[in-house]
């Protein structure tokens, strides 16, 4: 790639020839992140000096390889909070804010004192949950550490890290915690581990394997989960789980199968089922 000149337009041009859908949003962004501004103060004119543009070219060429934007600049906006990830946690959806926001309505509601996160990767939902509520207690759980290091980075920036401990754990083969949590969530791996090769190439090659591949049909670690949750709760207390399309009535017969009960099916933005409330 020839050397980036100084401008907007050129930036815009290189990511639109890389297929990037929304390039003018993404040069802002880029260009935010190199100037320490916020992306509506970029103008269209703006220059940079040798420095900047190296970086900006380094930037260019990992988004031309389709390097999600989020794993470039070091973080994703989610809910109320920016959030810092790399390649070790999955990128944070929109669509999960959606369990986020069950969540805290029911917290409310019920004065939910205690939160059990299985899969907690980058911390989005359990510490956007804890934010909302300073005298609650949460569980993040994950089998990678360096997930868990991310994890513990995110809830230093939001001043949560007192109430929340992380742990390294495999929830399939390692001992479980012992105490009973008022609220569990989590938002499994659920795609079929033969769909993996096709899905799009900044997801298959950039979130991690762990936090995507389900089994054989997608329901692997929803059956794990189902067996475990219910010792786990505290009497009536809800269970979230987010789900991938098509998914909500076999995760329901899964769950229902071990004697939780199906609350309520909330759909996303797009109108698909992808929160599933349970309770005890």
Do not use: W
């Not at 049909?217 to 789980?241: C, E, M, Q, V, W």
């Amino acid at each position: 790639m020839s050397k980036i000149v100084n401008h907007f337009r050129t930036t815009v041009d290189f990511l639109s020839s890389a297929g990037i859908d929304s390039p003018r949003l993404e040069a802002r962004m880029m260009l935010a992140e190199i100037l320490q501004l916020e992306p509506e103060l970029i103008e269209t004119n703006i220059i940079l000096s040798d420095e900047q543009a190296q970086q900006l070219q380094s930037m260019i060429e990992r988004r031309q390889q389709h390097e999600p934007l989020d794993k470039i600049l070091g973080y994703r906006d989610f809910y109320k909070h920016r959030f810092i990830v790399d390649k070790n946690v999955l990128s944070p959806r929109p669509d999960s804010e959606i369990l986020v926001e069950a969540a805290i309505e029911i917290a409310h509601k019920e004065n939910t004192d205690s939160i059990l996160e299985f899969g907690v990767g980058s911390g989005c939902l359990i510490l956007s949950i804890l934010s909302e509520f300073p005298h609650m207690y949460g569980l993040g759980l994950d089998k990678s550490i360096d997930a868990l290091h991310i994890a513990a980075q995110n809830a230093q920036r939001l001043n949560i890290e007192q109430q929340i401990s992380l742990q390294c754990i495999d929830y399939f083969h390692d001992e479980l915690p012992k105490q009973k949590f008022s609220m569990i969530i989590s938002n499994p791996p659920y795609i079929p581990t033969t769909d993996i090769p096709s899905l799009d190439k900044e997801v298959r090659l950039f979130d991690p394997l762990l936090a995507l591949d389900g089994g054989e049909d997608g329901y692997l670690h929803y059956r794990r989960l189902a067996s475990i949750i219910p010792s786990l709760l505290t009497d009536n207390g809800k269970a979230l789980l987010e789900i991938g399309i098509g998914q909500a009535d076999t995760v329901c017969s899964i769950f229902n199968n071990h004697g939780l009960n199906t609350v309520a099916k909330i759909k996303d933005l797009s109108g698909i089922d992808r929160c599933i409330i349970f309770k005890k």
